[in-house]
């Protein structure tokens, strides 16, 4: 498969094929991987303890080996599990300390020279950790514990029709096309030039995933919502390529023909000035080059009918993505974007049936603010809601839980509600005013007669 690098640690995957998930390896020195099998704990000498750490000074003086020692019994192909235990057998200071404390000291050597690996499966938890852990940029700082509260407010299930408007690298769609299971139909609203996915490639799906998944430019929606789109907007993708097929053709013709113009000049040339092998040479040379070229000319055709089944490909999928679009009655709509969410969410609204969730992340609470007084004005939500999470990691350990020290100081925000029709809600309006206005009316004329 080939080397990888992670954690400073190198090795190859070669050995890891048709091992279940969860298979916990050990590193070996020449980098490649192997089994780890089930060992009973190993019984350290750590029953001495101390009572407390008041007397432990650290001056960096408590372990005799050094660092070329250490490197030394890597060498000779020691384990990491027993140069843990010389690390203890040469510490002045582990019987000195609490019981704790000798704990925590293990597991920091066992972790830094205990070469152990565990391939686990590609889920939503361990991606959506680990690129908030080392690249939050890169998913506009969406929180794990965020990311699962927008896909229980927007009612992720399989069967629904979701349209995805993100810019997280494609984690938001991959946790939405994971919980969906295959069933149903994923509508991926991109800007530019085309989605990103790197993040959903991640999570290994098979190719029926993708089969449900469909993708739309945001620059066609203007005219979707205003009636005038339609499949002649979309590139001609043979217009396109046709000219060039001919100019390149005849250019490569021209280049063939200049080429053994040269190439005759050459030979007469070498017969005038040189003997009959460099003439028969020169003539080799020039039938390997023409033979190049016709290869190169080939080549280049079949590229460029491959470059035309592949555009074709995709405007079909886009005009079918507009059908679905026109239907106007997508099951919810999730949107975290690096964009302003106000125009993106009344735009995108159009879409969604009635009485269906809607869920917009933001990493900032101010623009989310504007968005949620827009929709008010503009009527046809309701139970709209603006949410902060909060999120506090504990650590449980026998007679040491505690929350810990290195907290995350925001995970961003929500602005979660459900899809109405306006037309209903005030015609509703309008009764309930009139039953209010009737009542009293008819209770005035009931006195008037028992008045008379």
Known sequence: IGLFIFEKQWFYLDNAIGHIYGTTFEVSSGGSLQPKKKMEETTTETKEAG??????????????LTHDDIKALKDKGIKGQEIVQQLIENSTTFRGKTEFAQDKYIKKKKKKYEAVITIVKPSTRILSTMYYAREPGKINHLRYDTLAQMLTLGNIRAGNKMIVMETCAGLVLGAIMERMGGYGSVIQMYPGGGPVRAATSCFGFPESFFNTLYEFPLSKVDSLVSGTFSSETLPSEPEYNV??????NGSLDEKQTLIQETEEESSTEAVMESNETEE???MDLAAEDTEYKESKEKGNKENIREKQRKQQERRRKLVETAALLE????DGLIVASRFHPTPLLLSLLEFVAPSRPFVVYCQYKEPL????????EKGGVINLKLSETWLRNYQVLPDRSHPKLMMSGGGGYLLSGITVTVEKVQSNVSTLEAQKIE?????????QELDC
């Not at 239907?327 to 997508?330: D, G, I, L, S, V």
């Open 327 to 330: 239907e106007k009655n997508a």
């Open 243 to 248: 000219p060039v097929e001919e100019e390149s």
């Open 51 to 64: 009572t407390d750490n008041r007397n432990i000074v650290d001056d960096g003086k408590s372990q005799k």
């Open 369 to 376: 603010l504007e968005c949620y007084t827009k929709l008010r």
């Open 439 to 447: 009542e009293p009316t008819s209770k005035k004329r009931k006195l």
């Open 280 to 282: 028969q040479e020169t």
